[in-house]
Every structure is written in C-alpha cells, then in structure tokens.
C-alpha cells in the first residue's frame, strides 16, 4: 500500500481530518517553521541564498520525484500537471532561485503561505494511510510550500505592501485564464476552477450560492487582508 495511489487506494485506510494524524502533521509543521526561521534568520547573507537555492531545488525535485513515481506505477494523468496554486507556486519558487524579483516573492508571500496553509488545514488526501508515499508527499511539500516564503518574509526579502498584493492578484488572474481552458481541453480542475473538493471552503459558496466561484471574489480580498495585516 505504500505507492497507491488515491485513484486506486482501498476504502477505509485513511486518516480522519482533524484526527490525532492531522494533528501531529500540523504540529510538526508549526515546530519545524519556527526552528528553520529562526535557524535561517542567524545566517549570513550569502549563506541564506545557498539555503534558498537548497530548499528550492529540494522542493522542485520531490515534486518530479512524485511524478516519476506516478509516471512507473502507470497513474500518471493530466491532473498531475503543476497547474494548480501550489503546483505553480513550486515552479515560481523554482524561478526564484534562479532570478529574484519582487512580484514573484510577493505573489509566494500572499498565495503559497495562505493556499499550502489552506491545504494543510482542509487536506483532499484523507484516504490516504498514514504509511503510504503519497501521503507523506503532499504533508511535507505544502509544509515546504510555506516555510520558502515564510523565510523570505521574516527576513524582509519580501515585498508585502498592499501595491505588491494587488500585482499579485493580477498575476493569479492572468494565470487563471489559460488555466480555465487546459480544464475545459482536458477535463481536469486545476485551481478548483471547475469545482470544489470536498471539505474544501470553497463548497461553502457551491452550498450557499449555487456555484463555487462566488468564493474567490469574496475570500481573496480577506486572504489578501489577513496576509497584510502582521
């Protein structure tokens, strides 16, 4: 049971959101921000660039290792694309390393924290056990998905005014767009454009209003808020 995967994992061998496994794996990743930002923050200059360039091409390289995975077991299919937040947050953090900009650390700042964190928080893996590749993969790279630019900020080497904030959405919305149509080319749902996971908000709004969608005009002005504030 160790490489199945989701699509192919016997009913009832998974953990309970908010159960005593969630509860580690959030405790873990709460301990392990704080001890590497406070790690990170002691370095030099030079020496936190070479970290950056570590974690990132760590980061990078686990995802393609789950794909390489995914691609010998014969599971490999076009939902697996890195066209979801975090998927996407992954090449950027993978740019990152290579050339440094202010949109790009701001657009990390205001997207990956908040939608790795959301993840975490509302994980679409629950029928995944606990000893199995694909669940330790998606803990700890959304785990890693808020500690990068989480380093970045407590260390003021990202832009976080509301200016930098609102280029960001543009970015995500430009991103969007082409996004929308791979899911109309390929029948998939990257950035849950098409519809909400279960248990994630954004069912809230498909419950309430009739469509999903609703939830991204109104929950991204509170992210962007709730990101802005400390």
Known sequence: MFFATK???????GFQAYGLTHILWLLAGLL???GVCVFYKKLSTKNRKRMLTVL???IFLQEMTKNLVLIF???FGWGY???HLCGINILLIAFDTIKQTKTVRSFLYYFSIPGAALALLFPNWTNMPVWNFFHIHSFTIHILLVLYPLLLVTTGQAQTDLKSALKGVGLLVVMAIPVYGLNL???????FLMEPDSGNPLEFFENLLGSHLWGFPILLPIVILVMYLP
């Not at 699509?7 to 061998?13: S, T, V």
């Not at 080319?185 to 950035?191: A, I, P």
């Open 56 to 58: 990132g091409a760590y």
């Open 7 to 13: 699509d192919n994992i016997p009913e009832g061998l």
């Open 81 to 83: 694309l890195p066209f």
């Open 73 to 75: 077991l014969g599971e």
């Open 32 to 34: 392990f921000w704080i």
């Open 185 to 191: 080319l390929w029948d998939t749902n990257f950035m």
